[in-house]
């Protein structure tokens, strides 16, 4: 999660670097290289993953009124291998891709959202996207994309409430069925990710699933807390 300067990207059609780690695609799957400390106790963190897509995806969708934040996967469903040489760690298993992008800061337009991805039985994947703005309606994007490429709307059901993290996290997952929490991976003062059972798309799929509160990212606590685990270097 370090942040580098402009001083430290390089990009071509096929590759991009950040520092010492890099990104490269080769028409078939795309290699990341990784080469990064760990924050806040500093160890390596070297190995490469090699993301393989069931299919690629060109569609974007805003994410505010503005149209300012857009959110597009570019792998919606993949197969991941995952070979660390520090830590000495390795697995594969089902993956994603995606890429968000904004022209002003998340704490523009945004209080609060909740994300999830589902694994699905046919090998596709479900996304949903629970936006609240500080202004203007809430936005739901409930996609279904499936092994061959195909995007289509879902009718996604309404929230259900999860259990708070140590951090007291707010965080809520659509479902037709109340979701089942299998196990909490990222828990910090304003950002969470975990691992869900929840009933979408009429099936009980596996789920990965995200909160961000922006209020919380905003206060002053949280900003000086962030430089140690987002260093800043050229």
Excluded: C
């Amino acid at each position: 999660m370090t942040e580098r300067s402009r001083a430290s990207v390089s990009r071509g059609v096929d590759h991009f670097a950040v520092g010492p780690s890099s990104l490269r695609w080769d028409g078939d799957a795309l290699t990341i290289e990784v080469d990064e400390w760990a924050n806040p106790l500093p160890r390596p963190v070297r190995g490469t993953i090699r993301v393989h897509p069931r299919s690629l995806s060109a569609h974007t969708w805003a994410l505010d009124d503005g149209g300012r934040h857009q959110w597009g996967p570019l792998a919606p469903s993949a197969r991941v291998e995952v070979s660390l040489s520090q830590p000495d760690l390795g697995w594969s298993g089902a993956g994603y891709f995606d890429s968000n992008e904004g022209s002003e800061p998340i704490e523009t337009p945004f209080s609060s959202w909740d994300w999830s991805r589902s694994i699905l039985a046919d090998g596709g994947s479900a996304v949903i996207y629970d936006v609240r703005q500080k202004t203007g309606d809430d936005r739901l994007l409930a996609l279904r994309f499936g092994s061959d490429g195909t995007v289509t709307d879902f009718e996604a059901d309404r929230r259900h409430t999860l259990p708070r993290t140590f951090w007291r996290i707010p965080r809520q997952m659509r479902s037709a069925q109340p979701p089942r929490l299998v196990e909490t991976l990222e828990d910090t003062p304003f950002y969470q990710r975990a691992v869900l059972e929840a009933t979408l798309a009429g099936e009980r799929a596996l789920t990965f699933h995200e909160s961000l509160d922006v209020e919380r990212l905003e206060r002053l606590s949280t900003r000086l807390m962030l430089p140690w685990r987002m260093p800043r270097v050229r």
